[in-house]
């Protein structure tokens, strides 16, 4: 980026991308602003505090209003997209080369991450990003219950959810222990 | 790019969803900006291993004060901006204390520490972009508006206004330095 002008090209391009509601990642933008990324930040930052925000999308929504409502957002998009426990399993499991036998814990904590069990904010990138695809939503989009310890646990869910809770004592999930999975929604080794 | 927005279909601004406690919607359009203001506060400080959790607290935050009935007395982008900015800012004082009570033996993977002067916090903007837009002509205002908040393309911009594309370009020029000048000391 050499010049003040290509930054401020920069900026009308970030700002026209937000605006169409392609939800553009502004680090890709900080990069190519170079030196310039300061002035680029502070005008980005400036612009959108003060320009009307696009239209959410319907899964954006569904989200809100569950956080709102105190409801596991996760469990929001999921029903959303019409998926079960077990078909977002298989999806992750597929998309994210898991083996078979690490198909029985991914799906418990997975399940434990929808209840607040399991703390969002530590899970791994391409974790969010497969549930991301996976509920066709922006990967900004997964936000999910504060974690134990932080705030309140959903204790609450579908037919069926606390059933399926029951069945996970917190010390023991099922299957092999498996250190992939496990790093996958940020258990420590 | 995501699908057509099947929501907010009646325009109403943010002003107007937390006055009429429509607060899933006013949330749910500011979900992506709170992640882009706490990327940039994080730009070059760390790496990205720890966006998603500052998001998650900017988030929660703004959920907790919007179940509160909070109201205020700024525009909610600018609440939205500031809540992500004070996340960025809680959480590197935890970071920091949690260093130095465990010795300094927590890794950041390689990023500057979070104790390095922060390549933002200088700048202060002191000119509000919708004060900027005003203070132009009405032909550049209607530009403007058309690139920055309804994000049309130069050529769309032509045609809307009836106008030659380099036409366009030059009210384009002028309107970034203008802006340029008020957003930045």
């Known amino acids: 980026m050499r010049s ?29 602003a170079g030196d310039h990324a300061g002035e680029f930040g502070s005008m980005v930052s400036a612009i959108i505090s003060a320009t009307p925000p696009p239209a959410p999308s319907a899964e954006a929504l569904a989200s809100a209003h569950a956080l709102l409502a105190s409801e ?41 991450l929808e209840a607040g069990l399991v703390d969002a904010a530590g899970i791994a990138a391409r974790l969010r990003s497969a549930l991301a695809t996976a509920f066709d939503v922006a990967e900004g989009e997964i936000v999910a219950p504060p974690a134990a310890g932080r705030g309140v646990v959903f204790a609450r869910g579908p037919e069926g959810w606390e059933g399926a809770l029951d069945d996970l004592p917190v010390d023991a999930l099922p299957g092999p222990p498996s250190a992939e999975v496990d790093d996958l929604f940020g258990l420590p080794a | 790019m995501r699908p057509a927005p099947t929501t907010d279909e009646t325009g109403d601004d943010d002003a107007t969803l937390l006055e009429r406690g429509r607060h899933g919607e006013l949330l749910a359009r500011h979900l992506g900006d709170v992640r882009t203001h706490v990327a940039i506060r994080l730009w070059r400080r760390h790496h990205d291993e720890y966006l998603d959790e500052i998001v998650q607290r900017a988030v929660e935050r703004l959920v907790r004060e919007l179940r509160a009935g909070k109201r205020y007395g700024v525009p909610y982008g600018v609440v939205v901006r500031k809540v992500s900015e004070w996340a ?49 002509s009405p032909d550049d ?12 393309p130069p050529a769309a911009i032509a045609r809307r206004l009836g106008c030659t594309r380099n036409a366009v370009d030059q009210r384009l020029h002028r309107i970034r330095v203008h802006l340029r000048k008020a957003l930045l000391p």
């Open chain 2, 88 to 136: 960025v800012k809680d959480w590197i004082a935890e970071y920091t204390q949690a260093r130095a009570r465990d010795g300094g033996d927590l890794d950041i993977s390689g990023g500057a520490a979070p104790t390095a002067p922060d390549a933002f916090g200088e700048v202060e903007v002191t000119v509000a972009f919708e004060e900027t837009l005003a203070r132009l």
């Open chain 1, 72 to 112: 596991p957002p996760l469990l929001a998009l999921r029903h959303r997209r019409g998926l079960t426990v077990d078909e977002l399993a298989d999806h992750l499991v597929g998309e994210l080369g898991i083996a078979p036998a690490g198909r029985p814990r991914l799906r418990a904590l997975y399940q434990r």
């Open chain 2, 141 to 152: 205002r209607e530009a403007a508006r058309l690139a920055w908040i309804e994000g049309m």
């Open chain 1, 4 to 32: 003040d002008d290509g930054v401020m090209a920069l900026v009308e391009e970030f700002a026209a991308a937000r605006a169409r509601g392609e939800e553009p990642d502004v680090r890709e933008y900080l990069e190519r």
